[in-house]
């Protein structure tokens, strides 16, 4: 019965975390059903398509790289509600009308409480998760943001099925927005019904309040141990920047980095905020778009728990391997049939559900895996923002490039560059990702210290 307690208190722990996560798909996505009114609307070019599209990145950037010093301050759930804020405001601005520079200017305050999130949500449900369940507790967050982007796919489309396009154009896209209010109140209100990490309290010297989780978590005689465990690895370090950058821990950041780059450089986020232009592209009409990119959002969804399922059984290297092998051949599929013209048929749409599921069930939820268990204590807050900083500089990169490189390259040679890089990403993963499954956070940090 005791056990049971435990799991409920993991679990309603994490949920609560991943409806960050949640929040984080529901506002970058909803652009995926708002771009091409907006477009209509600004009278936008290539350039500013994509600017539209990325603007929010901005805030990605800024919030990823100064969450880990915020919550080492303030704690992992304060910051959190921070980022609920932010959510909140940038929905409710972008509802009022105004020009352009309005909607950047809310699209950048949603964009740091994305970043707060994509780091936040990970590394708070890590230090609390158990080592033996770690990968399938940190991944629901990430079926938290398929979840999120799911759900603004089909409320997107809700919106836009209301009135004739004059109405979207005008009026439409700014619902779309408006929506992100409602679950941001939610993730606002249950933050305050949830813990502290023990972690971090045990980090502030909150020793008592830290074994009062732990043993919620793992009973009495285990929270002893682990409490004790968290404490020698505190004392051997210094929770400096320097500390990332000594031998061994520096060779976890640049993992954490770079496989952060090649979760996006491989193409995903293309795919994400632009699927109806895609879909458009092969014949497609607005509303059959809209529907394929739900199609798009159901597939990313179930992958998910098939990663959720296995990470803890097949490991976190393994699932990479078998994603990124997966994705090479769908975007080679994809540019083929571009190439050849065979884009009208039912071959585009299938490779990109194909490309959507191998990527849910390997890099999409297990980048937040490794990079949010692979870094000591003391740092963890320092490096896992500067790794989810990189994510959204390259997120910012592809997002912005994009439409550029489907005017200039083509969309054939734009897919075979995404399929380059998922072959570099394989070729990474085979020779540098270690399998971190069963272990303790602190049985990681020895395993770096000792390379």
């Given at each position: 019965?005791?056990?049971?307690?435990?799991?409920l208190?993991?679990?309603?722990?994490?949920?609560?975390?991943a409806v960050?996560?949640?929040l984080f798909?529901?506002?970058?996505?909803?652009?995926?059903?708002?771009i091409?009114?907006?477009q209509?609307?600004?009278?936008?070019?290539?350039?500013?398509?994509?600017?539209?599209?990325?603007?929010a990145?901005?805030?990605?950037?800024?919030?990823?790289?100064?969450?880990?010093?915020?919550?080492?301050w303030?704690?992992?759930?304060?910051?959190l509600?921070?980022?609920?804020v932010?959510?909140?405001?940038?929905?409710?601005?972008?509802?009022?009308?105004?020009?352009?520079?309005?909607?950047?200017?809310?699209?950048i305050i949603?964009?740091?409480?994305?970043?707060?999130?994509?780091?936040?949500?990970?590394?708070?449900?890590?230090e609390?998760?158990?080592?033996?369940?770690r990968?399938?507790?940190?991944?629901?967050?990430?079926?938290?943001i398929?979840?999120?982007?799911?759900?603004?796919?089909?409320?997107?489309?809700?919106?836009?099925?209301?009135?004739d396009?004059?109405?979207?154009?005008?009026?439409?896209?700014r619902?779309?927005f408006?929506?992100?209010?409602?679950p941001?109140?939610?993730?606002?209100i249950?933050l305050?019904?949830?813990?502290?990490?023990?972690?971090?309290?045990?980090?502030?010297?909150?020793?008592?309040?830290?074994f009062?989780?732990?043993?919620?978590?793992?009973?009495?005689e285990?929270?002893?141990?682990?409490?004790?465990?968290?404490?020698?690895?505190l004392?051997?370090?210094?929770?400096?920047?320097?500390?990332?950058?000594?031998?061994?821990?520096?060779?976890?950041?640049?993992?954490?980095?770079?496989?952060?780059?090649?979760?996006?450089?491989?193409?995903?986020?293309?795919?994400?905020?632009?699927?109806?232009?895609?879909?458009?592209?092969?014949?497609?009409?607005?509303?059959?778009?809209?529907?394929?990119?739900?199609?798009?959002?159901?597939?990313?969804?179930?992958?998910?728990?098939?990663?959720?399922?296995?990470?803890?059984k097949?490991?976190?290297?393994?699932l990479?391997?078998?994603?990124?092998i997966?994705?090479?051949?769908?975007?080679a599929?994809?540019?083929?049939?571009?190439?050849?013209?065979?884009?009208k048929?039912?071959?585009?749409?299938?490779?990109?559900?194909?490309?959507?599921?191998?990527f849910?069930?390997?890099l999409?939820?297990?980048?937040?895996?490794?990079?949010?268990?692979?870094?000591?204590?003391?740092?963890?807050?320092?490096?896992m923002?500067?790794?989810?900083?990189s994510?959204?500089?390259?997120?910012?990169?592809?997002?912005?490039?994009?439409?550029?490189?489907?005017?200039?390259?083509?969309?054939?040679?734009?897919?075979?560059?995404?399929?380059?890089?998922?072959i570099?990403?394989?070729?990474?993963?085979?020779?540098?990702?270690?399998?971190t499954?069963?272990?303790?956070?602190?049985?990681?940090?020895?395993f770096?210290?000792?390379?």
């Open positions: 019965m005791k056990n049971t307690w435990s799991r208190f993991v679990y309603r722990i994490t949920i609560v975390a960050g996560g949640l798909g529901y506002d970058t996505a909803v652009i995926a059903g708002a091409g009114f907006l209509i609307k600004f009278g936008l070019s290539a350039m500013m398509v994509g600017w539209a599209a990325s603007c990145l901005i805030g990605c950037i800024a919030g990823a790289l100064f969450s880990g010093v915020l919550s080492d303030l704690g992992r759930r304060k910051v509600i921070f980022s609920a932010l959510f909140a405001l940038s929905s409710l601005g972008i509802a009022i009308p105004g020009d352009l520079n309005w909607f950047v200017f809310f699209r949603g964009g740091l409480g994305i970043g707060i999130a994509s780091v936040l949500a990970p590394m708070y449900i890590t609390i998760a158990p080592s033996h369940e990968g399938k507790l940190v991944s629901i967050n990430q079926l938290g398929v979840t999120g982007i799911l759900v603004i796919y089909f409320v997107n489309a809700a919106i836009a099925d209301l009135y396009e004059t109405w979207n154009v005008e009026i439409g896209w619902w779309m408006a929506s992100g209010i409602f941001s109140l939610i993730f606002l249950l305050f019904f949830v813990p502290e990490s023990p972690r971090w309290l045990i980090k502030k010297g909150r020793n008592a309040e830290a009062i989780v732990l043993e919620k978590i793992n009973g009495e285990r929270a002893h141990l682990e409490a004790e465990e968290i404490i020698q690895s004392h051997s370090e210094s929770g400096s920047f320097a500390e990332i950058f000594r031998p061994g821990l520096m060779k976890a950041l640049i993992i954490g980095v770079i496989l952060a780059m090649f979760s996006q450089i491989t193409g995903i986020n293309a795919i994400m905020y632009y699927a109806p232009e895609i879909f458009k592209s092969t014949g497609d009409g607005s509303d059959s778009a809209l529907l394929q990119t739900i199609l798009v959002g159901v597939v990313n969804f179930l992958f998910t728990l098939v990663a959720i399922r296995y990470v803890d097949v490991g976190r290297r393994g990479l391997l078998i994603g990124s997966g994705m090479t051949v769908c975007l599929t994809i540019g083929s049939a571009f190439h050849f013209g065979f884009s048929g039912y071959l585009v749409l299938v490779s990109i559900m194909a490309y959507i599921a191998f849910a069930l390997s999409g939820p297990l980048t937040f895996v490794v990079i949010s268990e692979i870094f000591p204590n003391r740092t963890r807050g320092k490096a923002s500067l790794s989810l900083f994510l959204w500089i390259f997120v910012f990169i592809v997002s912005q490039s994009f439409p550029v490189m489907l005017n200039s390259l083509g969309s054939a040679y734009t897919f075979w560059c995404f399929m380059g890089m998922s570099l990403a394989g070729l990474f993963i085979y020779f540098f990702i270690p399998e499954k069963g272990k303790t956070l602190e049985e990681i940090e020895t770096w210290k000792r390379g």
